[in-house]
């Protein structure tokens, strides 16, 4: 299974990205994926997620409202829309898979139950 994430750069504060995760080697709508992010010295913290179904379940209250999480099965292919971005969402950003039932909830993304993860992609806000 691979994961590999694109989309991150320099942007200013205000300004947008958007972030793809390519999966290969497993079916790309049997399993929840997430989108996490790592700043220097933090730990990883849940983004957003969505289920088999393409169903959003999770957005963090950080970013709820500027992101949108999406998919395109054809293309094997998972999205962060990342709007109105602050210096406090830099960070490396992470995409990853979890079996069906697991990682993936209402009130959060938990890191510990996905599997398989990308190798990251780095975003940097310029204040």
């Known amino acids: 299974v691979q994961l590999v994430e694109s989309g991150g750069g320099l942007v200013q504060a205000g300004g947008s990205l958007k972030l793809s995760c390519v999966v290969s080697?497993?079916?790309?709508?049997?399993?929840?994926m997430g989108w996490f992010r790592q700043a220097p010295g933090k730990g990883r913290e849940g983004v957003s997620c969505?289920?088999?179904?393409?169903?959003?379940?999770y957005y963090s209250d950080s970013v709820k409202g500027r992101f949108t999480i999406s998919r395109d099965s054809a293309k094997n292919t998972v999205y962060l829309q990342m709007d109105s971005l602050k210096p406090e969402d830099m960070g490396v950003y992470y995409c990853?898979?979890?079996?069906?039932?697991?990682?993936?909830?209402?009130?959060?993304?938990?890191?510990?139950?996905?599997?398989?993860w990308g190798q990251g992609t780095q975003v940097t806000v310029s204040s």
């Open positions: 990853a898979t979890a079996d069906s039932g697991y990682g993936c909830y209402n009130v959060r993304s938990q890191a510990s139950e996905y599997d398989h």
């Open positions: 080697g497993r079916t790309f709508t049997s399993y929840n």
């Open positions: 969505l289920n088999t179904a393409g169903r959003t379940l």
